[in-house]
């Protein structure tokens, strides 16, 4: 007789965000729109948190946190909205962050 098996193989990859440690920075235009990344790929699927100078950031009807977190678009950006934004993603197989300083001229 014949016997046959199907699996699903789900291969875990550790996070990943390049140039860990680097600060990025970013200039955004008053008035614009502004979206930032956090650009992970890992396995399984990282939770994702926002946070502006150091605190959770807080989601209004201009900011709001996109696609699981992956994204974070800002609207009508303000001179107040410059500062430090960061994001950490965190699975079973670690952490990582990403660190973006947004300028805001105009």
Same mark, same amino acid.
């Given at each position: 007789?014949? /016997? ?6 789900? $291969?875990? &990859?550790?996070?990943? $965000? ?21 650009? &992970? ?10 946070? #502006? ?6 989601? /209004? ?13 800002? #609207? =009508?950006?303000? =001179? =107040? ?6 994001? #950490? ?5 670690? /952490? ?11």
């Amino acid at each position: 007789g014949e /016997d046959s098996r199907s699996f699903h193989v789900s $291969i875990q &990859e550790p996070l990943s $965000i390049t140039s860990v440690g680097e600060t990025h920075s970013i200039t955004a235009v008053a008035g614009g729109q502004l979206v930032l990344e956090c650009p &992970e790929d890992a396995v399984p699927p990282p939770h994702i948190e926002w946070h #502006r100078e150091g605190s959770p950031l807080q989601e /209004d009807a201009r900011r709001q946190v996109l696609a699981e977190g992956r994204f974070l678009q800002i #609207r =009508a950006v303000g =001179a =107040a909205d410059g500062g430090e934004y960061s994001c #950490r993603a965190t699975n079973a197989l670690g /952490d990582t962050s990403l660190r973006v300083q947004v300028e805001v001229r105009g």
